[in-house]
């Protein structure tokens, strides 16, 4: 309906103002519908459901440790999404953050137990964090390279990747002469020996046990140095010209190729960062599945932010406390881990749903 | 006698009203041209007859009786036909064939769509071969066969929407030839059309459409073609020059140069030598074939060429998106075939691209990024952007070329075709150093006002000292700013005119490979 009457379309105008901005009702409530459809799935399991709400608030929130916890698994997922927005916006698609994590959270291992340890001034953990970062721009790059020099698509061939690196992990871990802990030990299951102290990164709050390290400071910096180079600078633009007309870029002087290797390079450094990040926070020693998801996971909270900063920030965070509430309501409420992936699911098709309601009325 | 009445025709989209109470009569046995700028509404009008649209008010009536048909099937079967800007043929199939899809009559019997073609061949001088497969054909003789289509069935009204766009001079020739035979047999003809030329020579009556809305219906005898291109646009075109140079001398001769400050300056030292140009495409086939030609400075060299013979390559060579295979490319002493986009723009030239969305402009970005693609770190300081700086001198450049824009940092995409051009000209013209100039096709879909600033900046540039190679496939807009125009023929220049010995039929010879001069 067109409005004929100046005034009330103005009336009209101020009070969509006055709500809330879209962006931000429709993923909260579609958040909530979504964990009100995956509690009916619980309650058909037969679990009970008020144990099960429990147990999940336990696990996000329940203690600093919990709080910190969560957090501290935002922040992996908050570099993998900035790295997705990274290459999105030279309109590239690095679907391949898990195998970035597994490059990252490899070598950052091999430089924790071979050589950092004894390194002064907090080199310890800022060398395996470089090494780690540069294992993962390598990784990247590796694609940018492929996509430029013979138009291979970076989805397969980034995916692809992600299926050697899982592998090369497993590999590492198996292997006594890489990473696999001596035999000599009581236990020899397959994983690395634990790093040594002085690469563990600090913790932000060691005095009430909070597990919070000092990744979360890593991760801002990385938000707000993304931000910046996406939204105000050269380089930014230079990407998003690159990204959307090649051939309009070219003409324009640029080196096109340079900018998408550049591009998959930044974005498979940050997943690398990430994987780092999470051996030198809280894993501690390498496992062969140390990813286990979340560089998929990332992923989607890079699709989901919709290239902005802030919104990787929110995703993140949001599925950091998820995941944390979902492993504990598995381990203290018995609800079946297939039920929490499929909580979990719903809650990304429902946000990305949602996405297209409120994008229509963005571009209006 | 009316065959087609039109009353109080009005056709709303959403909130946008593109006809407003149309009301038009279409005598019998006439061709009756509809004029009017892009989006004016010729196309709807069109379609709201053809039955592809239905009006949201008014009545038509068709040879007296009321008509409103609710799909081109019924406007089929009332004797009004069609011919789309984009053809419905089939391009694997025959003539004969193509003709009887659509004939609704279980057992097919080609003897008689042949004996029918021979009739209208006779008739209306519609020669073609209902052997041919579609694919073999040239775009006039697709036309050829989609006009037959429509004759097949004996029609009161034939409607063309635009269809001389795709078409080369000789063969507009033909086509208009073909709707005075139509309209002399009693049928009417509606043409479509924003070429005044056309009009001249084939309409007996014109009506201008302008937003929406009949601004006047004129008989053409003793019209004045200024007057309706007043209409047409709404405001005098400054210094219509050449736009209507080329319409009212389309006869061809000598067009009437139109006088700017400087007059057609003598050509002075070559700013652009082209030898031996080769170019082969990823297949082998060879685009270009050893073109030779040098540019002077303060000159206009016009291209001209049924398209597709090397005309896009060369374009692509000079703007360093495509590499020669052979030949050689100097601007000013600098060697620029094969170079990066980044070194020939450094060394002097300015490139109007062919293809205006895919190389010109990236349309997503708004006005001012555009304005600035090829020099984003101009406005950058530590790396991190000076929006607000960048706006100023957009702001600036977009007064100094009369870009029209709500602000510089509007989307390209939201501006008329007529500004986005005007915005890729501002940019390529404020180059520094620029010595040349290449103009591909420079107002493809433009209306008539943004055509004729296009004109003045290029003879604004040539009147600088630039050396200017135009390359169109609009014979009167080589005519008309050109100071020599070369003739491309299968990758090869065959042949040159120089200003005051231009005629149409001798280039159009020429285009076709007839005549070597």
């Given at each position: 309906m067109v409005m004929k009457n100046p005034k009330l379309a103005r009336v009209a105008q101020g009070a969509r103002l006055e709500l809330v901005p879209l962006q931000v009702v429709v993923p909260v409530v579609s958040t909530i519908i979504a964990l009100g459809i995956g509690l009916l799935i619980i309650a058909a399991t037969g679990a009970s459901v008020v144990e099960a709400i429990e147990a999940f608030w336990d696990g996000m929130a329940g203690s600093d440790f919990n709080i910190g916890a969560s957090i501290n698994r935002a922040i992996s997922l908050a570099l993998v999404g900035l790295g997705f927005i990274f290459a999105s916006r030279a309109?590239?698609?690095?679907?391949?953050g898990e195998g970035q994590i597994a490059m990252g959270g490899m070598f950052a291992t091999a430089a924790a137990l071979h050589?950092?340890?004894?390194?002064p001034l907090g080199l310890a953990f800022i060398v395996p964090l470089a090494v780690g970062t540069l294992a993962g721009a390598l990784w990247g790059g590796l694609a940018g390279v492929l996509k430029a020099a013979r138009g291979t698509n970076e989805v397969i061939s980034t995916l692809l990747l992600s299926f050697i690196a899982l592998p090369l992990v497993y590999w590492s871990v198996e292997s006594f002469h890489l990473l696999r802990k001596p035999i000599s030990d009581v236990s020899s299951l397959p994983e690395s020996a634990e790093i040594p102290d002085s690469t563990k990164l600090p913790l932000l709050?060691?005095?009430?046990?909070?597990?919070?390290?000092?990744g979360l400071l890593i991760a801002a910096i990385a938000v707000v140095v993304v931000w910046l180079v996406l939204r105000h600078s050269s380089l930014g633009l230079r990407l998003r010209a690159v990204g959307l007309n090649a051939m309009a870029s070219r003409r324009a002087g640029m080196r096109t190729s340079f900018y998408v290797i550049l591009a998959m390079t930044v974005s498979g450094g940050l997943g690398g960062l990430g994987g780092a990040i999470m051996i030198l926070g809280q894993q501690f020693y390498l496992t062969s599945?140390?990813?286990?998801g979340y560089g998929f996971d990332g992923l989607v909270v890079g699709l989901l932010s919709r290239g902005s900063a802030v919104g990787v920030v929110i995703g993140a965070l949001l599925f950091g406390f998820l995941r944390s509430g979902s492993i504990n309501m598995e381990i203290s409420?018995?609800?079946p881990s297939a039920v929490v992936l499929i909580c979990q699911g719903l809650i990304v098709i429902v946000i990305a749903g949602s996405a297209i309601l409120t994008n229509r009325k963005v571009t209006r | 006698m009316a065959v087609l009445e039109l009353s109080g025709l009005t056709k709303r989209f959403g909130a946008f009203t593109?006809?407003?109470d149309i009301s038009l009569q279409i005598e019998r046995g006439e061709v009756h041209c509809l004029l009017g700028e892009n989006g004016a509404g010729k196309s709807t009008l069109c379609n709201l007859v053809f039955g592809v649209h239905r009006p949201d008010a008014g009545t038509m009536t068709l040879g007296g009786e009321p008509f409103h048909p609710r799909g081109p099937a019924e406007a089929l079967q009332r004797g009004v036909v069609m011919v789309h800007q984009h053809f419905s043929l089939?391009?694997?199939?025959s003539v004969a064939e193509n003709l009887m899809l659509?004939?609704?009559?279980?057992v097919l019997k080609p003897q008689d769509i042949i004996v029918r073609m021979e009739q209208l061949a006779a008739e209306?001088?519609?020669?073609?071969?209902?052997?041919?497969?579609i694919e073999d054909l040239s775009v006039g003789e697709r036309q050829r066969v989609e006009i037959i289509k429509c004759l097949l069935g004996d029609p009161q009204l034939l409607v063309l929407d635009e269809?001389?766009?795709?078409?080369q001079p000789d063969e507009i020739d033909a086509l208009l030839a073909i709707c005075r035979q139509v309209a002399l047999r009693g049928k009417s003809v509606i043409l479509v059309t924003h070429k005044l030329g056309e009009i001249s020579r084939v309409a007996d009556r014109t009506t201008v459409l302008r937003q929406g809305r009949i601004i006047e219906t004129v008989a053409?005898?003793?019209?004045?073609i200024r007057s309706l291109v007043r209409s047409m646009v709404g405001r005098d075109v400054q210094s219509a020059g050449s736009v209507l140079a080329a319409a009212v001398d389309i006869?061809?001769?000598?067009?009437?140069k139109p006088s700017s400050a400087a007059g057609p300056a003598s050509p002075g030292e070559a700013v652009l030598k082209i030898s031996d140009l080769v170019y082969r495409d990823p297949h082998g086939v060879?685009?270009?074939?050893g073109l030779s030609l040098t540019v002077g400075t303060g000159e206009i060299v016009g291209i001209a060429g049924?398209?597709?013979?090397g005309q896009t390559e060369l374009g692509l060579i000079l703007a360093g998106l495509a590499a020669p295979s052979a030949g050689a490319i100097v601007v000013r002493g600098t060697p620029v075939g094969g170079r990066t986009p980044q070194e020939i723009t450094d060394a002097g030239v300015g490139i109007v691209p062919e293809d205006r969305h895919a190389?010109?402009?990236?349309?997503?970005?708004s006005v001012a990024e555009n304005l600035y693609l090829g020099a984003i770190?101009?406005?950058?300081?530590f790396g991190l952007l000076d929006k607000s700086a960048r706006r100023k001198a957009a702001e600036a450049m977009m007064r100094d070329f009369d870009v029209?824009?709500?602000?510089?940092?509007?989307?390209?995409?939201?501006?008329s075709g007529g500004n986005q051009q005007k915005a890729v000209l501002a940019r390529e013209l404020s180059l520094?150093?620029?010595?040349f100039l290449l103009a591909a096709?420079?107002?493809?879909?433009?209306?008539v006002g943004a055509i004729e600033a296009v004109y003045n900046r290029i003879r604004a540039a040539r009147d600088d000292g630039l050396g200017v190679l135009l390359i169109s496939s609009e014979l009167e807009e080589l005519m008309a700013v050109s100071d020599r125009i070369a003739v491309i023929y299968r990758g090869k220049l065959v042949g040159e005119l120089a200003a005051g010995s231009f005629s149409r039929e001798a280039i159009g010879a020429m285009m076709s490979g007839h005549a070597h001069v």
């Open positions: 309109n590239l698609t690095n679907v391949g050589g950092a340890g004894g390194l709050f060691p005095d009430n046990g909070s597990p919070l390290h000092i599945d140390f990813s286990s409420a018995h609800v | 593109a006809l407003d089939v391009p694997n199939m659509g004939r609704a009559s279980a209306y001088g519609l020669e073609i071969d209902p052997e041919a497969r269809p001389t766009a795709v078409l053409m005898e003793g019209a004045d006869e061809g001769k000598t067009p009437a060879p685009r270009l074939d049924v398209e597709g013979n190389v010109a402009c990236i349309k997503e970005l770190g101009k406005f950058s300081r029209r824009a709500s602000s510089p940092d509007v989307s390209m995409a939201s501006l520094d150093p620029l010595v096709q420079p107002t493809r879909g433009l209306d």
